[in-house]
């Protein structure tokens, strides 16, 4: 079993920052790609920022330039450094993770609980 754990959200005024972490835990063999998306109300869930164990990284156009992710691989963790929070950034935020467990070879998707970001005034 694979279970990712998330923190650092919160209430912030627009313009704020936060970092959100992500730490996976459980029978991993190795975690390919690590990344978050976030779901506001009555919307879809999107991605935000992938990052690749390798390092190679993608992120949504409307994030660009203002967030940054990086992981530990290490310390199976995985980082969203958030800055110049916008109203329209305010979702829950999910980390993903595709993990090739010690078990089950085939890599497989896992979610965390997910962690509120408010941006407001």
């Known amino acids: 079993q694979v279970h990712l754990v998330e923190s650092g959200g919160g209430l912030v005024q627009p313009g704020g920052s936060l970092r959100l972490s992500c730490a996976a835990s459980?029978?991993?063999?190795?975690?390919?790609?690590m990344g978050w998306y976030r779901q506001a109300p009555g919307k879809q869930r999107e991605l935000v920022a992938v990052?690749?164990?390798?390092?190679?990284?993608n992120y949504a156009d409307s994030v660009k330039g203002r967030f940054t992710i990086s992981r530990d691989n290490a310390e199976n963790t995985v980082y969203l450094q958030m800055n110049s929070l916008k109203p329209e950034d305010t979702a829950v935020y999910y980390c993903?993770?595709?993990?090739?467990?010690?078990?089950?070879?085939?890599?497989?998707?896992?979610w965390g609980q997910g962690t509120q970001v408010t941006v407001s005034s």
């Open positions: 993903n993770a595709e993990v090739q467990s010690t078990s089950w070879r085939i890599p497989a998707g896992y």
């Open positions: 459980g029978s991993i063999f190795k975690i390919h790609v």
């Open positions: 990052i690749t164990s390798g390092g190679s990284t």
